[in-house]
């Protein structure tokens, strides 16, 4: 992941994948709560590192790190 990425940021950014995953897969998968994980995938889309591309479906942007 990503240096800049805060510690939540980083467990959810570690659960994406290059394909997309919903909502409550990635609630499951980081324990986090809706509105907690919300705000952190439009974090990780303003930083370029995920990006939503479906209603609520969001992928990892692949980088060289």
Known sequence: ??????????LVYECLDLYP?????????TRLSVSELLEVLISLSVK????????HNYIKIWQNW
Do not use: I, S
């Open 48 to 55: 370029g590192v995920a990006k939503e591309c479906a209603k």
């Open 1 to 10: 992941a990503p240096a800049e990425l805060t510690e939540k940021e980083k």
């Open 21 to 29: 995953k919903g909502l409550n897969e990635l609630v499951r998968q």
